[in-house]
């Protein structure tokens, strides 16, 4: 006499999907073709995505043949998405080098190119970097500083968001020798450094790497 193994019935699987979480009931669905109708039924995952996702069950009242496991997985892999710490940018400091033409009419004030990896790290980590343009005169007198800043070209590969939310900085530090010849001022430090427009404060080392990658090496994320 031969075994018969046969699937449960439907009621059954109705009842047992009940006490499953989300993750065990989209394994299930996996098993048949049987379980997987029973498992994707939208009488189970409707409780499951009001409760982690309210807002997506909105989106039912436009397209009423989305099912619910739809809207659950879209705002499943979205949190993951957030919270996944981003990639280490590829681009190194080794592989930056600013390069300065600071001029005024038809004079240059200042020509400076420095590699990033010989300037000193700021601290805290930040995408911020000071040049000495040259070694201070003796009795030097330091003078306020200038600042502009320049908003970042988007990325090609987001080209269709506004901007890139990030702002480039370049700060001069002026100085006049006190020689009793009247000294002449001139540029003796200038500084570098890319913001956030959001915060309007220094973005980290990696995030200017991860934005500069896009433009300077052969392919990007």
């Given amino acids: 006499m031969k075994s018969c193994i046969c699937s449960p019935p439907w009621e059954v699987l109705l009842l ?8 065990a009931l989209a394994i299930s ?13 939208d009488h189970l995952w409707q409780p499951i995505c009001s409760a982690h996702f ?15 496991r739809r809207l659950y997985a879209i705002g499943y892999v979205s949190v993951k998405r957030r919270l996944r710490s981003p990639s280490k940018p590829r681009l190194s400091l080794d592989d930056v080098v600013f390069a300065i033409d600071v001029q005024c009419r038809d004079s240059g004030i200042v020509t400076i190119a420095k590699p990033a990896s010989d300037l000193e790290p700021d601290p805290n ?30 990325p090609v590969c987001c080209s269709g968001r506004v901007g890139s939310g990030l702002v480039a900085d370049l700060r001069l530090g002026f ?20 913001l956030s ?25």
């Avoid at 995408?127 to 000495?132: L, S």
């Fill in 54 to 68: 309210p807002s997506l069950c909105n989106l039912r009242a436009a397209d009423p043949t989305v099912p619910y």
């Fill in 197 to 221: 427009v959001v915060s309007w404060r220094y973005v980290s080392v990696d995030d200017a790497l991860r934005y500069l990658q896009h433009f300077l090496s052969p392919s990007h994320d």
């Fill in 175 to 194: 100085c006049e020798a006190e020689d009793g010849r009247g000294g002449r001022v001139r540029v003796g430090k200038v500084g570098v450094g890319v």
């Fill in 125 to 154: 980590g930040l995408f911020r970097f000071d040049m000495e343009v040259c070694e201070p005169p003796r009795m030097a007198k330091v003078l306020a500083g200038g600042w502009f800043s320049s908003e970042l070209p988007a």
């Fill in 16 to 23: 047992v999907a009940h006490y499953l979480d989300p993750k």
């Fill in 29 to 41: 669905s996996c098993v048949s073709r049987s379980w997987s109708i029973s498992m994707s039924s």
